[in-house]
């Protein structure tokens, strides 16, 4: 060991860059470390690593990105990938105003929309100026970077929750009005909790668990030795639970706190908060009920969506993907440690509203005199120019004096997401209409030949629908995942052709199915 060589997390970051010919920042190798996946060293007081180890880390991850390319095929364009950027760069701006499945990164737009070329893209499609459509807008990426490049654009989605979403992110704000806002509501919500005992209650409880965490689970060295296999993860944690739920029983009783709602009604809200957090909810309902603004309303309501979201009474491991609801302390396998569900909405109330005010002033600073609108519709039937006049004379009146050149967009991928229900919390609490018969390819219609069947007539409609607004020689790229070979079908349903495939693999992904697949956007044109 003593001939073990220990760099720096700055000495790492530039070893592991120059060797491996990549690009890796200190905060990689921090991460490394924080999660165990190389064991921490100090040496009068300096934190390192070990270079053996980051050689045998970093040697392994090269392994499995050649196997990748080589399962994925050499006609994919890894310039695609991304692979390289950090997450905040994949997360830029408003884009993670709020959290959505299935969401494509801004940087493949980007690709596609700017006017550069390179071996794989050999012509310019769209410049400044022009205006793009996306039929299946999702969370608006489309809208918001065809803004950054100054392009103008309109998207269309079946849910109004989303169409919410997107127009937050590419609105123009008060943002003056927003934060003063935001700072009585705040101001008024601490009483509220302070009132109730729970910031008492849950300001306890932390510390107990957090005594208890540093006891049995010392980061980063626990998690550094189950991940070696130093430690029989599911024996060793079964005592460290009991212990918590005792300490979570004592408080409970001490503070007299309800942690079940005693309420009948079988909907989203009522199963997956707890009673403190659900009494929050409504008083947060009623202080937005207050704001006279609609704009700065529609803000306030994405933040409070945000942070229920990030308060629903699960595991952080099922966040993404609900189970069963929690009621007490456990064991979370995301962060090696005992955690505990949430008592109440103001710490991430807090968190998300400066986020949210700084993202969107962040944006406000890129922002070009272009024109970008969301409305909520059926693409297959929907008239996106009369809908557009009523919403946004200006870009209507650009609509008829230019045509659209073009679709950029991603389709939902058969069986794969159930969009309404992925933010049915907020459905509950908004009272939005939930239009899930008209989604295109949901989870709940599954894979079998009919939902195939479906999903092409579905998407086929859209495109014959959306070229009534297209100029003649227009540009459709269309990103799908497409194992169930359906789009030649597509395309061909449409009175389309597809001139080109841009295969893209797909290695950075949030889901616990973490394994990566490649995707095509296929660059399609009228016949």
């Not at 654009?153 to 979403?165: K, P, Y």
């Not at 509203?353 to 059926?378: A, E, M, Y």
């Not at 709940?444 to 009919?450: A, I, L, N, S």
């Not at 799908?480 to 030649?488: E, G, I, Q, R, V």
Request: hydrophobic content about 30%; proline content about 3%.
């Amino acid at each position: 060991m003593n001939d073990e060589k220990y760099l720096t997390i700055q000495e790492a970051s530039e070893w592991v860059s120059k060797k491996f010919n990549r690009r890796i920042s200190q905060s990689n190798i921090s991460y490394l470390i924080q999660y165990g996946q190389v064991k921490k060293y100090q040496f009068n007081g300096a934190v390192k690593v070990s270079q053996n180890e980051l050689c045998q880390y970093y040697s392994a991850q090269n392994k499995q990105e050649n196997k990748l390319k080589k399962e994925l095929g050499e006609g994919s364009n890894w310039v695609l990938s991304f692979s390289t950027l950090k997450e905040s760069e994949r997360t830029k701006h408003v884009h993670r105003l709020h959290p959505y499945k299935g969401k494509f990164i801004p940087q493949l737009v980007e690709y596609f929309l700017d006017d550069h070329t390179d071996q794989f893209k050999t012509e310019r499609y769209f410049k400044p100026g022009d205006i793009i459509l996306d039929p299946f807008c999702g969370s608006g990426t489309t809208l918001v970077q065809a803004n950054e490049l100054g392009i103008h654009a309109v998207g269309v989605d079946v849910s109004e929750f989303n169409t919410l979403i997107c127009n937050v992110k590419i609105g123009e704000h008060d943002l003056i009005n927003l934060n003063r806002e935001i700072l009585k509501i705040t101001k008024a919500l601490t009483q509220f909790v302070f009132e109730n005992n729970w910031d008492r209650f849950e300001s306890e409880l932390s510390s107990e668990l957090s005594r208890l965490n540093d006891k049995y689970f010392p980061t980063p060295d626990y998690r550094y030795r189950v991940r070696n296999g130093k430690i029989d993860e599911i024996n060793y944690v079964k005592e460290k639970e009991r212990e918590a739920r005792i300490i979570f029983e004592r408080l409970v009783s001490k503070y007299k706190i309800t942690v079940i709602q005693h309420k009948s009604d079988n909907d989203f809200i009522s199963k997956w908060y707890l009673d403190s957090v659900r009494k929050e909810i409504d008083y947060l309902i009623s202080k937005l009920d207050e704001v006279k603004s609609p704009d700065t309303k529609d803000i306030l309501q994405i933040i409070l969506s945000r942070t229920i979201r990030s308060c629903r009474a699960t595991t952080h491991a099922d966040l993404a993907t609900l189970i069963d609801p929690v009621y007490e302390p456990y064991y979370c396998k995301k962060h090696f440690k005992i955690c505990k569900p949430l008592f109440s909405t103001l710490k991430w109330w807090k968190r998300y509203s400066s986020d949210t005010l700084h993202r969107l002033s962040k944006f406000k600073r890129l922002r070009t005199n272009t024109h970008q609108l969301c409305l909520t519709g059926d693409s297959r039937y929907i008239n996106i120019l009369e809908l557009t006049e009523k919403n946004n004379l200006e870009l209507s009146q650009e609509i008829k004096r230019k045509g659209i050149n073009g679709i950029f967009s991603s389709p939902p991928y058969v069986g794969l997401i159930n969009y309404h229900e992925q933010h049915a919390y907020a459905y509950d609490l908004f009272g939005f209409n939930r239009n899930d018969e008209k989604e295109i390819g949901p989870l709940f219609r599954g894979t079998g030949q009919e939902a195939k069947d479906s999903y092409v007539d579905g998407v086929s409609q859209v495109l014959r629908n959306s070229r009534k607004y297209l100029l003649p020689d227009f540009d459709i790229f269309l990103v799908a995942n497409d194992k169930h070979k359906l789009y030649p079908l597509i395309a061909e349903k449409s009175g389309l052709t597809i001139v080109n495939e841009f295969h893209r693999p797909v290695l950075n992904r949030t889901e616990k199915d973490k394994s990566a697949y490649s995707e095509v956007i296929f660059h399609m044109k009228g016949k």
